[in-house]
Each structure stands twice: as structure tokens, then as C-alpha cells.
């Protein structure tokens, strides 16, 4: 059961609870959304709730970076082998993946702005929207919740902090590509291998080609439920006060302006 049908009665929502997570509309830098489309597409997209969007544009880079071995020459040109990086570069599918990265980037910026202006509407008009739900699988709430335990949860294992925070569908999506890129990378070998001192296996044991998608995402997963922490605390308190305003305060209350309490 649910507090709250969104039935369209109304003309806008600033938010949503469902037993997957609580989404919301609230103000977003475009450009650290931009920002993050460029460090990986698909980003920028989750950042704003874009949920479908983001996570087809993320499982078509890492496709389209498998593809054209993308990342392998990358870590070549750092190494200034320019000859090794265009030899191992697959440029058959090479002029796909520019008009799709460019369009992650912009199209998430664009969105950004236009969410911003959907969110000041619907604060301004006091739009409504539900805080709590139960159904057969899971329960959902608005509360508040530490910012620095999510980023604790984060910083251990990426989809924690999404975890603790119930985002439900972005958690397992975040875990399951955790899972992929640690096991094609053998990140935890190498990190075996360099707590034993041994650098030279440790380094051997790498692949390059799925390492480099890590430390983006994993600092994401950080970023994002960090923010979106903050954001549902933010959202909790704004429910409490016209909770509290609709049914503690006498209707004939006036507020004088300039008025000091003694």
C-alpha cells in the first residue's frame, strides 16, 4: 500500500517512493552532471534519475570500448607507445562511439537544466508527494540517514552506499557491474600479489583494458549516493514541516513580518 497515488491531478511531483527507491526531483549542477557523462556516459544520466537512459549508454560504452579496445590503447599512448596503441585500436567501430559519447554529454546537460526549472516550479508550488510505501517484497520511508556511514558503505564496496540508502534497482545494478569489472580486471589478484611485495606479478597479473573503467565508477558509486543522501534528508525535513503545518498550526496563525519573540 502506498500514502500517496500520483494520479495526475496535480501538474507536477517532486517526488516518489516505491519499494525500489525514492526518487526526486531536486537542483543538480549541469555542469558536474556534464562532467560526469564525460567520464563515463551513462553517468550523467543517473545522476538525474534517468535511470534507463544511463545504464543503456553505460552498457553500450563498455561495449563499444570492448569492441574497439579502447582502453588498451589509451593506457599504450599514456606509456607514449603511440604505434602499440594504433595497433591494438579496432577502428571499424571507432566513428560509432564519438557521436554517442558527445550525445550522453549534452543530452544529460540539456536534461539537467531542464529538471532544474521542472524542481523550482514544483517547490514553489508546493507540489505533493508520498513518504512511505509497503508491498510484498520490501517496505520504503522517508527518513534521515548519515551521509558519512553512506560514504563509509560506499568507499568499501561500490552499491553499498546505493544499498544502504534503499535504491534498490541502482544497488544491484552497481554490484553487478562491480562484480563484472573485478573479476575481468583480476583487481583483487593484483592487489593480493602487491600486499605479498611482489609488484612485478602483481602488475602482470592486470588487464588493462577492464582496470581502466574502474576508478571512475567507483568513485561515482561514491559521489552518488553521498549526494543523494544529503538530498533525501533535505526531502524528509521539507515533508515534516507542511506535515506539521497542515495539521499542528491554527489555520488563523499569522506571521508578522518584523515581529521579534521575546
Given at each position: 500500500m502506498d500514502n500517496f497515488k500520483n494520479n495526475n491531478k496535480h501538474r507536477r511531483y517532486r517526488a516518489h517512493v516505491s519499494i525500489f527507491g525514492t526518487t526526486q526531483l531536486h537542483l543538480k549542477s549541469p555542469y558536474m552532471v556534464a562532467f560526469w557523462s564525460v567520464a563515463f556516459p551513462g553517468f550523467g544520466h543517473l545522476l538525474i534519475s534517468k535511470y534507463i537512459r544511463g545504464m543503456l549508454l553505460f552498457i553500450w560504452e563498455i561495449y563499444i570500448n570492448q569492441t574497439?579496445?579502447?582502453?588498451?590503447?589509451?593506457?599504450?599512448?599514456?606509456?607514449?607507445?603511440?604505434?602499440?596503441?594504433?595497433?591494438?585500436?579496432?577502428?571499424?567501430?571507432?566513428?560509432?562511439?564519438?557521436?554517442?559519447y558527445l550525445f550522453a554529454i549534452l543530452d544529460s546537460y540539456r536534461t539537467a537544466v531542464d529538471t532544474n526549472k521542472i524542481y523550482l516550479l514544483a517547490k514553489r508550488e508546493n507540489a505533493p508527494f508520498n513518504s512511505f510505501t509497503i508491498g510484498a517484497l520490501e517496505y520504503n520511508y522517508l527518513d534521515k540517514k548519515s551521509p558519512l556511514s553512506t560514504l563509509f558503505w560506499s568507499m568499501t564496496i561500490p552499491s553499498l552506499g546505493q544499498l544502504y540508502i534503499n535504491r534498490i534497482v541502482l544497488a544491484a545494478f552497481h554490484l553487478i557491474m562491480t562484480v563484472i569489472f573485478i573479476y575481468h580486471s583480476h583487481l583483487l589478484?593484483?592487489?593480493?600479489?602487491?600486499?605479498?611485495?611482489?609488484?612485478?606479478?602483481?602488475?602482470?597479473?592486470?588487464?588493462?583494458?577492464?582496470?581502466?573503467?574502474f576508478p571512475s565508477f567507483y568513485f561515482f558509486t561514491i559521489?552518488?549516493?553521498?549526494?543523494?543522501?544529503?538530498?533525501?534528508?533535505?526531502?524528509?525535513e521539507d515533508e515534516q514541516r507542511n506535515y506539521l503545518k497542515q495539521h499542528y498550526q491554527p489555520s488563523n496563525f499569522m506571521i508578522m513580518k518584523g515581529m521579534k519573540v521575546k
Amino acid at each position: 500500500m502506498d500514502n500517496f497515488k500520483n494520479n495526475n491531478k496535480h501538474r507536477r511531483y517532486r517526488a516518489h517512493v516505491s519499494i525500489f527507491g525514492t526518487t526526486q526531483l531536486h537542483l543538480k549542477s549541469p555542469y558536474m552532471v556534464a562532467f560526469w557523462s564525460v567520464a563515463f556516459p551513462g553517468f550523467g544520466h543517473l545522476l538525474i534519475s534517468k535511470y534507463i537512459r544511463g545504464m543503456l549508454l553505460f552498457i553500450w560504452e563498455i561495449y563499444i570500448n570492448q569492441t574497439t579496445n579502447l582502453n588498451l590503447a589509451m593506457v599504450y599512448s599514456f606509456m607514449g607507445d603511440i604505434e602499440a596503441a594504433k595497433e591494438v585500436l579496432n577502428f571499424k567501430m571507432m566513428h560509432l562511439y564519438i557521436p554517442v559519447y558527445l550525445f550522453a554529454i549534452l543530452d544529460s546537460y540539456r536534461t539537467a537544466v531542464d529538471t532544474n526549472k521542472i524542481y523550482l516550479l514544483a517547490k514553489r508550488e508546493n507540489a505533493p508527494f508520498n513518504s512511505f510505501t509497503i508491498g510484498a517484497l520490501e517496505y520504503n520511508y522517508l527518513d534521515k540517514k548519515s551521509p558519512l556511514s553512506t560514504l563509509f558503505w560506499s568507499m568499501t564496496i561500490p552499491s553499498l552506499g546505493q544499498l544502504y540508502i534503499n535504491r534498490i534497482v541502482l544497488a544491484a545494478f552497481h554490484l553487478i557491474m562491480t562484480v563484472i569489472f573485478i573479476y575481468h580486471s583480476h583487481l583483487l589478484e593484483g592487489l593480493h600479489y602487491l600486499i605479498l611485495g611482489d609488484i612485478a606479478k602483481s602488475t602482470s597479473v592486470l588487464n588493462p583494458q577492464w582496470l581502466l573503467y574502474f576508478p571512475s565508477f567507483y568513485f561515482f558509486t561514491i559521489y552518488d549516493s553521498y549526494t543523494n543522501t544529503v538530498e533525501n534528508n533535505k526531502l524528509y525535513e521539507d515533508e515534516q514541516r507542511n506535515y506539521l503545518k497542515q495539521h499542528y498550526q491554527p489555520s488563523n496563525f499569522m506571521i508578522m513580518k518584523g515581529m521579534k519573540v521575546k
